[in-house]
């Protein structure tokens, strides 16, 4: 029995189709001669019995035809296998024909013999498969196939990955926008239409978005409208004070000094109160002026030495930059951050003992940054209480509260107006040395 695997060997390389062709011709000459023997040797009958066998094992249909176009076997022609024999046997050559015009159809093949009898025949039949089936066991096409494979499903993955986590990162990046003051974002828009459970997630965080901004502003606006409100009782307390002095006794003087002190000190809460809001209105504040920190710096130390000198106290400034420092911000702010950390110091710092004002440029996380330390000679913070001591009215029992003067406001203020020059604030203990607060912002270029 003859077989396509009989050629494998024989095949010679080059271009898929030329070998392709080259495989089908050598395999139905084989066939054709074989057919053309049994015809001669077993006549009609003999070659119906090889052809069936050949036909059912090579799942072909094959025609042994001779020069006036007569099935040998007896068999009938179809139309397609006697066109191609008639131009197999005009032109003496080898005919194929793609009746079907598709890649992976199966084309007829005519192949013209030449008997020793000197008759022409023609061995003709539908080739027992395409040139598609043929590529696609070529190892070459196999590699190919199975890269196309393995980088559709990677696209499609990435697509896939892309498409679910999409809402996860504008929730991501919409959070941190939240974390730093802006509470306007919303993200249900990027969405679209989708109506997946990440859409339903990105509606639910737009709705806690709008609740948290509506508290904060209502927060807002009663701290500011409660301030305002108090100033006019204080400023009527004032002159009733003053009135009252003048026709007070020396014996009462004791006691309106205390209530004058106690006002003074809600007017200055009410009005730490207020540049707190004022701060955070303007968290959104762009393109702010330069501000030369090397000439603030010496500002606030002008004034502070005058608050040191009471305690026997003074106040260093090393300026470790060779030039001035430069930053982008609010001028008024600034000082007020600044100064409030340097007051603070001086009040807590032992007597006698120096304050020091430290100015250095950095990098912190690739990008550089003014470093401003203040450090006291102080018993410093308990190491639990150092990120708490930025948070509004926060006060350390027995270090630092109203009887020295605080009323945990303005390191409050310090933090809010750091942040909003996009610097970053901390405190941390020096050994035996006191507090350290450490303000880092951008340095402007």
């Given at each position: 029995?003859?077989?396509?695997?009989?050629?494998?060997?024989?095949?010679?390389?080059?271009?898929?189709?030329?070998?392709?062709?080259?495989?089908?011709?050598?395999?139905?000459?084989?066939?054709?001669?074989?057919?053309?023997?049994?015809?001669?040797?077993?006549?009609?009958?003999?070659?119906?019995?090889?052809?069936?066998?050949?036909?059912?094992?090579?799942?072909?249909?094959?025609?042994?035809?001779?020069?006036?176009?007569?099935?040998?076997?007896?068999?009938?022609?179809?139309?397609?296998?006697?066109?191609?024999?008639?131009?197999?046997?005009?032109?003496?050559?080898?005919?194929?024909?793609?009746?079907?015009?598709?890649?992976?159809?199966?084309?007829?093949?005519?192949?013209?013999?030449?008997?020793?009898?000197?008759?022409?025949?023609?061995?003709?039949?539908?080739?027992?498969?395409?040139?598609?089936?043929?590529?696609?066991?070529?190892?070459?096409?196999?590699?190919?196939?199975?890269?196309?494979?393995?980088?559709?499903?990677?696209?499609?993955?990435?697509?896939?990955?892309?498409?679910?986590?999409?809402?996860?990162?504008?929730?991501?990046?919409?959070?941190?926008?939240?974390?730093?003051?802006?509470?306007?974002?919303?993200?249900?828009?990027?969405?679209?239409?989708?109506?997946?459970?990440?859409?339903?997630l990105t509606k639910d965080f737009d709705r806690m978005a709008e609740r948290i901004e509506a508290l904060i502003m209502s927060q807002r606006s009663l701290i500011r409208d409660i301030s305002h409100e108090l100033r006019s009782p204080l400023t009527r307390l004032h002159l009733a004070l003053a009135l009252a002095r003048k026709s007070a006794s020396p014996e009462t003087f004791t006691a309106l000094d205390r209530i004058e002190l106690e006002a003074d000190r809600?007017?200055?809460?009410?009005?730490?109160?207020?540049t707190i809001s004022r701060i955070e209105m303007e968290m959104q504040t762009a393109n702010m002026p330069q501000v030369n920190l090397t000439d603030l710096i010496g500002e606030i130390t002008s004034d502070a030495h005058f608050e040191a000198q009471s305690r026997g106290c003074s106040v260093e400034v090393i300026f470790r930059p060779p030039e001035d420092v430069h930053i982008q911000g609010n001028r008024d702010l600034l000082k007020s951050a600044i100064e409030?950390?340097?007051?603070?110091?001086?009040?807590?710092?032992?007597?006698?003992?120096?304050?020091?004002?430290?100015?250095?440029?950095?990098?912190?996380?690739?990008?550089?940054?003014?470093?401003?330390?203040?450090?006291?000679?102080?018993?410093?913070?308990?190491?639990?209480?150092?990120?708490?001591?930025?948070?509004?009215?926060?006060?350390?029992?027995?270090?630092?509260?109203?009887?020295?003067?605080?009323?945990?406001?303005?390191?409050?203020?310090?933090?809010?107006?750091?942040?909003?020059?996009?610097?970053?604030?901390?405190?941390?203990?020096?050994?035996?040395?006191?507090?350290?607060?450490?303000?880092?912002?951008?340095?402007?270029?």
């Amino acid at each position: 029995m003859v077989t396509m695997f009989a050629f494998t060997s024989t095949l010679r390389s080059g271009p898929p189709v030329l070998v392709w062709q080259s495989h089908m011709i050598r395999f139905f000459t084989l066939l054709g001669q074989y057919s053309i023997d049994t015809y001669f040797n077993s006549g009609s009958s003999g070659l119906l019995e090889y052809k069936n066998r050949i036909d059912n094992s090579l799942n072909i249909q094959s025609f042994l035809i001779d020069e006036e176009l007569k099935e040998c076997s007896g068999n009938m022609l179809p139309d397609t296998i006697l066109h191609i024999a008639r131009l197999s046997l005009i032109s003496g050559k080898t005919e194929f024909k793609n009746y079907e015009k598709l890649i992976i159809g199966k084309p007829i093949i005519a192949v013209p013999f030449t008997a020793k009898n000197g008759k022409r025949y023609v061995f003709a039949g539908r080739v027992p498969y395409s040139i598609w089936d043929f590529i696609s066991t070529q190892p070459v096409f196999q590699s190919i196939r199975f890269l196309t494979i393995l980088i559709c499903t990677f696209l499609l993955c990435y697509c896939l990955a892309r498409y679910l986590t999409n809402p996860i990162r504008s929730i991501q990046a919409a959070s941190r926008r939240i974390a730093a003051g802006d509470l306007s974002v919303r993200i249900s828009h990027i969405i679209g239409n989708r109506r997946d459970e990440l859409a339903d997630l990105t509606k639910d965080f737009d709705r806690m978005a709008e609740r948290i901004e509506a508290l904060i502003m209502s927060q807002r606006s009663l701290i500011r409208d409660i301030s305002h409100e108090l100033r006019s009782p204080l400023t009527r307390l004032h002159l009733a004070l003053a009135l009252a002095r003048k026709s007070a006794s020396p014996e009462t003087f004791t006691a309106l000094d205390r209530i004058e002190l106690e006002a003074d000190r809600l007017n200055q809460l009410i009005q730490q109160l207020l540049t707190i809001s004022r701060i955070e209105m303007e968290m959104q504040t762009a393109n702010m002026p330069q501000v030369n920190l090397t000439d603030l710096i010496g500002e606030i130390t002008s004034d502070a030495h005058f608050e040191a000198q009471s305690r026997g106290c003074s106040v260093e400034v090393i300026f470790r930059p060779p030039e001035d420092v430069h930053i982008q911000g609010n001028r008024d702010l600034l000082k007020s951050a600044i100064e409030n950390v340097v007051r603070n110091a001086i009040r807590y710092t032992a007597e006698g003992t120096t304050v020091t004002i430290n100015l250095d440029v950095t990098e912190h996380e690739g990008s550089s940054y003014v470093s401003l330390q203040v450090q006291d000679k102080g018993h410093g913070v308990p190491d639990q209480f150092l990120e708490r001591i930025f948070h509004p009215f926060f006060r350390v029992d027995n270090a630092r509260d109203r009887k020295t003067g605080g009323m945990g406001i303005g390191l409050a203020i310090t933090e809010r107006a750091v942040r909003l020059h996009g610097g970053k604030v901390k405190a941390f203990n020096e050994t035996n040395k006191g507090l350290v607060v450490e303000m880092l912002f951008p340095q402007s270029i």
